[in-house]
């Protein structure tokens, strides 16, 4: 097996004139089927708008790839008021650019960027177990399964699977 040779990218802040391709790379994932429990017809674009950068308190950035989003990812608060302390982060990364380093780097620029925003730790709350490149990053990372939901998801190839939710301090 050939393995892909790494590409350059930079990571920045997402502007809206980003939303199209984020937009475009969420729907793909979506279809996919595989790691968000969201359907195409409920993430609308305002939605989605939403979800990856306009919300209160949502950082969005994205990897670049020659002018190109080839990943995303949201810090947010997991929850607010006397749990505003804990974020919480989405990440996607386009098909074409997977296996490339931009997960591991965006997980961390996620969790510089929540420790330096104040946050005391992030927490996952949906991370499908067959997702195991990711369940296999975000431990490497210093998460750790603090609870699983049986069953919790419909992967569009492996039926019925469970949920993990992960955790880590800051």
Not at 7 to 31: G, K, M, N, P, Q
Not at 82 to 88: L, Q, S
Not at 126 to 144: H, I, T, Y
Request: some cysteine.
């Amino acid at each position: 097996m050939t393995k892909k040779p790494k590409i350059a990218f930079t990571l920045r802040d997402a502007r809206l004139e980003d939303f199209e391709e984020i937009y475009s790379i969420f729907c793909h994932v979506l279809e996919e089927g595989k790691t968000y429990s969201y359907t195409l017809e409920e993430m609308t674009p305002e939605r989605s708008l939403a979800y990856w950068i306009s919300a209160p308190g949502t950082h969005c950035i994205i990897a670049d790839v020659k002018g190109k989003v080839a990943g995303v990812a949201a810090v947010r608060p997991n929850r607010t008021g006397r749990a505003g302390h804990v974020a919480n982060a989405s990440f996607m990364v386009h098909h074409g650019y997977r296996k490339q380093g931009i997960a591991k780097a965006l997980g961390k620029k996620a969790l510089n960027l929540a420790k330096k925003e104040g946050y005391k730790a992030m927490q996952f709350n949906f991370v499908v177990s067959a997702n195991q490149p990711a369940v296999e990053l975000w431990m490497d990372l210093g998460f750790k399964v603090v609870g699983t939901l049986p069953k919790g998801f419909k992967h569009a190839t492996k039926g019925k699977v469970d949920v993990y939710i992960m955790h880590r301090f800051l």
